[in-house]
């Protein structure tokens, strides 16, 4: 008899996966599951496969996993983790308003915010969630030699990779972002973002994330744009990053050197699926 597996659609500021709780289901093959289930014509339709289970250490109260709808395993991503903390919290899996988050990138701090009408310990509303994202790594710690090819802009890792690229056309990223994700400069590929400063001060930013393709947001990658826009003398520390799913506000802080990343998460709908059999991945498209 074929397992039917629970699952959970969530998004944040339109950055949508498949949110499924491992301490209940295992899935023997969760990149074959993030292929099939994140398909938006055959399967559930998502930007991928986020598993949420235990931590293997003290220092964390959760863990994840996310899978990225191509099926490579990604080490981060900002919209999930908030995600997660609603998640963990409105399910009434924990009481905690600050949860460690066990990350392929390490531990990861979220801050939930209930709404102001509920109490702390009740069950829901948490209205937004703020992510310690750690310190960002720049261009000359992680030895980055750019080609001449490849389009003048800043790398950042936020416990992944992306390059940040300050243009009038942010809607480059369409034609250019697949390109440009598999680089020769990139050999383990990269998450592109075409920005650009509005005149009230405001970043547009569009992005083209490994794995997934274009996507509506991306948290990461909100908060490498953030940190390019001060490195780059185009803004300071705090910056609204607005993405085609909505907007993040990131302050790369000054004191302690950690970004901060804060934004909303949302539950779509909840169902089963079927647990796929097993499938190859595409040449070339896992980390």
């Not at 949508?16 to 994140?38: G, K, R």
């Not at 991503?77 to 009481?95: D, Q």
């Not at 590929?189 to 009230?200: Q, S």
Request: with cysteine.
């Amino acid at each position: 008899m074929t397992q039917r597996i629970h699952f959970t659609k969530m998004q944040g500021a339109g950055n949508d996966y498949i949110y499924v709780d491992a301490s209940l289901y295992h899935i023997e093959d969760p990149a074959s599951a993030a292929i099939a289930w994140s398909d938006r014509h055959n399967g559930i339709g998502a930007d991928g496969l986020v598993l949420i289970g235990r931590a293997d250490t003290n220092d964390a109260d959760f863990s994840m996993r996310i899978f990225n709808a191509d099926g490579s395993e990604a080490r981060m991503c900002g919209n999930a983790s908030r995600c997660i903390g609603k998640y963990v919290f409105e399910k009434g899996l924990t009481t905690k308003t600050k949860i460690r988050l066990q990350t392929l990138s390490g531990v990861k701090t979220l801050m939930l915010k209930p709404s102001s009408s509920l109490e702390p310990a009740e069950s829901g509303g948490i209205e937004s969630v703020t992510v310690d994202m750690g310190k960002p790594v720049l261009a000359d710690e992680m030895q980055f030699h750019p080609m001449d090819s490849l389009m003048k802009g800043t790398f950042v890792s936020i416990g992944n990779p992306h390059y940040v690229i300050f243009t009038d056309d942010v809607d480059q990223v369409e034609e250019l972002g697949p390109k440009l994700e598999f680089h020769e400069a990139f050999p383990q590929r990269c998450n592109i973002e075409f920005a650009h400063v509005e005149a009230d001060g405001q970043i547009r930013m569009r992005v083209w994330e490994r794995g997934s393709g274009v996507t509506m947001a991306c948290g990461t990658g909100a908060c490498a744009t953030a940190v390019a826009v001060v490195l780059t003398g185009r803004g300071g520390r705090r910056s609204n990053i607005v993405m085609d799913g909505g907007t993040l506000s990131i302050e790369w802080n000054e004191q302690d050197g950690h970004v901060y990343m804060t934004g909303p998460a949302e539950f779509v709908f909840e169902g089963e699926v079927e647990k796929p059999h097993p499938q190859p991945l595409s040449k070339g498209r896992g980390e």
